[in-house]
């Protein structure tokens, strides 16, 4: 026997202050585009915002349903949204933000698992890592270089072959 581990590295910032300028911009977006969600049943807000490699800004909220497996992610509504409008082309960063209407949105949360994998399969699609900032309405920020940090052992297309 042989134990292992995997570590994930990430920046983690006090607060949007400490970023760059243009990663402020990008984290501030996400977090006004929480009000355009719709989530009437968990009233759990998200937006993801992403700056393509080309500059163009691509925008993604969560959508429920009252059968709730139904609804989406943001962030796969997001992917969903950039392979019609920039097919081909790779994301640069993306900032993912809440508003908990129900309680605090004062701390970084990670996307959910199908939207890790999903996330991961996109950065192998276009072989390009997704720069990920992750944020509540305010508080402490995390930056990961890469998505796929986030899902260290992702099931990949690999397997299937």
């Not at 999903?118 to 508080?139: N, Q, T, W």
Request: a negative charge; charged letters at 25%; aromatic letters at 8%.
């Amino acid at each position: 026997m042989e134990k292992k581990q995997k570590l994930i590295q990430y920046t983690s910032y006090t607060s949007i202050d400490e970023l760059g300028k243009d990663d402020q911009w990008l984290l501030n977006e996400a977090r006004s585009q929480t009000s355009l969600s719709y989530a009437p049943y968990s009233n759990y807000h998200v937006a993801a915002v992403a700056r393509m490699d080309s500059g163009e800004i691509i925008h993604g909220t969560n959508q429920e349903n009252a059968s709730f497996p139904v609804g989406l992610c943001a962030e796969r509504v997001l992917l969903a949204a950039v392979s019609s409008v920039c097919p081909g082309e790779s994301i640069d960063t993306l900032a993912v933000s809440y508003d908990n209407h129900r309680d605090g949105s004062d701390h970084p949360v990670a996307p959910c698992g199908i939207c890790r994998q999903s996330l991961a399969e996109f950065e192998d699609r276009m072989k390009h890592p997704v720069r990920l900032i992750l944020s509540g309405m305010k508080g402490e920020v995390f930056v990961f270089e890469s998505a796929k940090s986030l899902l260290p052992f992702a099931f990949e297309g690999t397997e299937l072959r």
